[in-house]
Nanobody, 125 residues
Framework: QVQLVESGGGLVQAGGSLVLSCAAS????????VGWFRQAPGKGREFAAA????????YYADSVKGRFTVSRDNAKNTVYLQMNSLKPEDTAVYYC??????????????????WGQGTQVTVSS
């Protein structure tokens, strides 16, 4: 089992930045690829970014590429999402998720094994 808790969401003006954190507990976290997903009001969930178990591979959706950076500190059992140049269309609930023994790329295509509860990000225009 892996428990995930997101934090760092909030209200920011367009063009601003936020850093989301995903704190994990559980013995298998080191075997997790971790993804960030988001769900805007009235829309389906979409993939945003992912990082491999070791942190040496990342993958991004086109909508966030060049603006978002995912990283992880396995010593702290934490994954981060640095979000820059935020746009109103980035407004959503952001979730982190873990899938055991998969790649960062596959996080965009497969259902994760574990989910966090989400954190709200609101970007004002």
């Amino acid at each position: 089992q892996v428990q995930l808790v997101e934090s760092g969401g909030g209200l920011v003006q367009a063009g601003g930045s936020l850093v989301l954190s995903c704190a994990a507990s559980g013995r298998t976290f080191s075997n997790c690829a971790v993804g960030w997903f988001r769900q805007a009001p009235g829309k389906g969930r979409e993939f945003a970014a992912a990082i491999s178990e070791s942190g040496d591979s990342t993958y991004y959706a086109d909508s966030v590429k060049g603006r978002f950076t995912v990283s992880r500190d396995n010593a702290k059992n934490t994954v981060y999402l640095q979000m820059n140049s935020l746009k109103p269309e980035d407004t959503a609930v952001y979730y982190c998720a873990c899938r055991i023994y998969t790649s960062a790329t596959n996080m965009a295509r497969t259902e994760p094994d574990f989910w966090g509860q989400g954190t709200q990000v609101t970007v004002s225009s």
